[in-house]
């Protein structure tokens, strides 16, 4: 404890009475902690928290530098803060694909999502009352789904016979189902006391109305993860682009766009039309603000949502997985 | 609407007597439910939890199980103007030509060198993580540290490896630092011999938070009441770590183990596909790479169906394999024996 704290600015507590300092919430029976053993253990535990927060770190002050700034560090990414801008910024976004794109990404991600969860809830609901009719077929149907799929080339030539190619709701409609989300969310629904289904019933309730007036009221942190679940997936969807939507890219998603323009480094279009002199020289590739700019917009809605919604991953991702 | 179709539904299979309010029976729907209830009233019972179930059923359908239906594309020369039933039938003449084509067969070992390695380095991490971060007292450092550490696994593909591509990358940071110190530089992103060693890292930057999370949950239940009793007998810290921390995990590490093996030929198709023109077809080629580049951008759709087909096959056997070993273990594995 005593070498990690530190690192987070807080101060260590002497524990209460003994002579020798006791880390809060120690057992008393549990031996000293050895300074070698607490000293590798902060030095584990800080890489690791490193190993994630650097690049994050990096790559956003980069996006937020000036084109000096990024030369003087050497080309690559900025550690230290040292001349801020937000040219990067503007010239994405007075650029027509990138604006396109993060739009495009926003409603797959709403319409995708809201398609998924009210699919999913459902679903799960259906399924969660033992004994309804078919229910063990229905649920033997969809397992079977996680056990054997039928490729991907088949699944591809269903969509394209189905003129999916180059359509929206190809990207969407194809992975829209998560069984495995499914099975955690009825067994949330399961386990919704039985005393409030029953009383509701009695009240007259049908299932449509416990459903909605019950169930989802006391699910609410299962129905927020598995909601981000589904955005993120939505969000990040690139695959999808690639088998059915490869050529236009005025119709692209971000995710996509970032893996054309900044991955493969293609030449965004557009780009040396925006006026920025630095534009101009790098006809390959975007300049790299401009890059690490595309990065950021693809990271930042997980970075806002995240921390309103981790307090209930804890909850419903263990339950999840115990029950998986 | 719903509730009034239940409720209209029940007074038919009360018995007349009862003047209790129909909707009571519903109440205690199932636990009585051996005297027989004929089907027709039990669909009109469950009528909208049915409704509920169609849409995914239909999508489930419609692009999962035609898909499956579409495999016959296998047998099939394919093409696309006359669709599934239309094309000229081949029988086994795709998968002669695939086992005896050695790009196959190279996707295919590379699939399970992948796999292995996976296994060996990727698998422990999170459990000795998990373990790590459980000694840690301060509940408030913990999930500062729990909730950093799965961050990663909401990001996607295309920009883990954008991101992996500025720090290790050729213009990356590391490589910067290299050359500002006039080092030999280390193109890792680029590197096809320990291209394998990458991807697992890669793979441990995304998921080992995830995989942390469910160890915690397999750590938290255990019964504190043994590490005291244990202290007390005089077992150190690593003696309570080998017979009590083990073994209470030893369920969840069989189950996540159970999945790594049903999913030994899946290593990241996005992962390989987007990385497999730095280091090149003869690291990156995997199963799943196979297909779609032979299939897809190939326009032999027969052919890479069939490559996909025998993927399908051999995962599931694979699953069906490593439940039974879970089973001979004692554990549930995916599902129950």
């Given at each position: ?10 101060r260590?507590?002497?524990g ?14 549990e031996?000293?902690p ?13 890489v ?10 990096a790559?956003?002050?980069t ?5 000096a ?6 080309g690559?990414l900025?550690?230290?803060?040292d ?9 994405i ?6 604006t ?21 809830i ?5 399924l969660?009352?033992?004994?309804s ?12 789904t996680?056990?054997?799929s039928g490729g991907?080339?088949p699944?591809f030539?269903?969509?394209?016979q ?6 929206y709701?190809?990207l969407?409609l ?13 067994g ?5 006391a ?5 009383a ?6 049908g ?18 993860v ?23 890219n ?21 780009l ?23 990065v950021v ?14 307090k209930?991953?804890t ?7 115990i029950?998986? | ?6 409720g209209?539904a ?5 018995r007349?007597?009862?003047?209790a ?13 051996k005297?027989?209830i004929?089907?027709?009233?039990r ?5 909208s ?23 016959i ?11 599934f ?13 695939l086992f005896g084509?050695s790009?196959?067969?190279?996707a295919?070992q590379?699939?399970?060198v ?33 909730a ?18 500025q720090m ?12 500002q ?13 320990t291209?394998?060693?990458l991807i ?14 469910v ?13 005291e ?6 077992a ?9 921390t ?5 369920g969840?590490?069989?189950l ?22 730095a ?16 299939g897809?951008s ?6 890479g ?10 995962s599931?056997?694979l ?19």
């Amino acid at each position: 404890m005593s070498t990690l704290e530190p690192l987070l600015g807080r101060r260590s507590k002497p524990g209460a009475g003994t002579p020798r300092k006791r880390a809060k919430g120690r057992p008393v029976w549990e031996e000293p902690p050895s300074f070698i053993g607490q000293f590798g253990k902060g030095a584990v535990l800080t890489v690791v928290v490193l190993a994630v927060v650097l690049p994050l770190y990096a790559i956003i002050l980069t996006s937020l530098s000036s084109e000096a700034a990024i030369t003087r560090a050497g080309g690559s990414l900025v550690l230290v803060p040292d001349g801020l801008s937000l040219n990067a910024y503007h010239e994405i976004f007075a650029n027509g694909v990138v604006t396109r794109a993060v739009v495009v990404s926003f409603m797959i991600t709403a319409v995708g999502t809201g398609v998924s969860m009210a699919l999913s809830i459902l679903c799960a609901y259906g399924l969660s009352r033992a004994r309804s009719v078919g229910h063990r077929f229905f649920l033997t149907m969809m397992i079977f789904t996680m056990f054997f799929s039928g490729g991907l080339i088949p699944g591809f030539l269903v969509v394209t016979q189905l003129h999916g190619y180059d359509q929206y709701w190809a990207l969407i409609l194809p992975s829209c189902i998560s069984v495995f989300n499914i099975l955690i969310m009825r067994g949330f629904y399961q386990a919704t006391a039985r005393d409030l289904v029953d009383a509701a019933r009695i009240d007259g309730a049908g299932d449509w109305r416990i459903l909605w007036s019950v169930v989802l009221p006391t699910t609410k942190a299962v129905t927020a993860v598995m909601t981000l679940f589904y955005a993120v997936g939505y969000w990040g969807s690139w695959f999808n682009t690639l088998l059915y939507m490869p050529f236009d890219n005025n119709k692209w998603p971000l995710s996509y766009v970032l893996y054309e323009y900044v991955n493969i480094g293609a030449k965004m279009p557009g780009l040396d039309q925006a006026g920025s002199g630095a534009a101009v020289q790098h006809q390959v590739a975007p300049p790299f603000a401009i890059s690490m700019a595309v990065v950021v917009l693809t990271l930042l809605p997980i970075l806002i949502v995240y921390p309103f919604l981790q307090k209930h991953f804890t909850k419903g991702m263990l339950t999840g997985a115990i029950k998986g | 609407m719903a509730v009034m179709a239940d409720g209209a539904a029940v007074p038919e299979e009360t018995r007349p007597e009862t003047k209790a309010p129909p909707r009571e029976r519903e109440g205690r729907d199932p636990a009585p439910a051996k005297r027989q209830i004929s089907l027709r009233v039990r669909l009109r019972r469950d009528k909208s939890l049915l409704i509920m179930i169609v849409p995914t059923m239909l999508v489930l359908l419609v692009f999962n199980y035609l898909p499956m239906f579409g495999t016959i594309s296998a047998f099939e020369f394919y093409d696309p103007i006359y669709g599934f039933f239309h094309s000229n039938w081949v029988g086994l003449q795709n998968f002669n030509q695939l086992f005896g084509d050695s790009a196959f067969w190279h996707a295919f070992q590379n699939t399970l060198v992948l796999s292995l390695v996976q296994l060996i380095l990727y698998f422990p991490i999170p459990i000795a993580l998990a373990i790590l971060l459980n000694t840690v007292l301060s509940t408030k450092l913990r999930s500062f540290i729990q909730a950093v550490v799965y961050l990663p696994h909401f990001f996607s593909w295309v920009l883990v490896i954008t991101i992996f591509n500025q720090m290790l990358g050729g213009a990356g940071l590391l490589n910067q630092f290299l050359r500002q110190h006039h080092m030999a530089t280390w193109d890792i992103m680029t590197n096809g011999s320990t291209f394998k060693y990458l991807i697992t890292f890669q793979a441990v930057w995304k998921e080992a938070g995830w995989g942390i999370i469910v160890f915690l949950a397999a750590l938290a239940a255990i019964d504190p009441a043994l590490y005291e009793s244990a202290a007390v007998d005089g077992a150190g810290r690593w003696r309570r770590m080998w017979h009590i921390t083990l073994p209470g995990m030893r369920g969840m590490i069989i189950l996540m183990l159970v999945l790594r093996l049903g999913n030994a030929l899946n290593v990241g198709f996005e992962q390989m596909l987007i990385q497999r023109q730095a280091v090149g077809p003869q690291h990156a080629e995997v199963l799943d790479t196979f297909a779609y580049y032979y299939g897809i951008s190939g326009n032999n759709f027969g052919y890479g169906a069939a490559a996909g087909l025998f993927k399908g096959v051999i995962s599931l056997i694979l699953i069906f394999a490593a439940n039974k070993a879970a089973h001979r273990l004692g554990e549930d594995g995916l599902y129950r024996k």
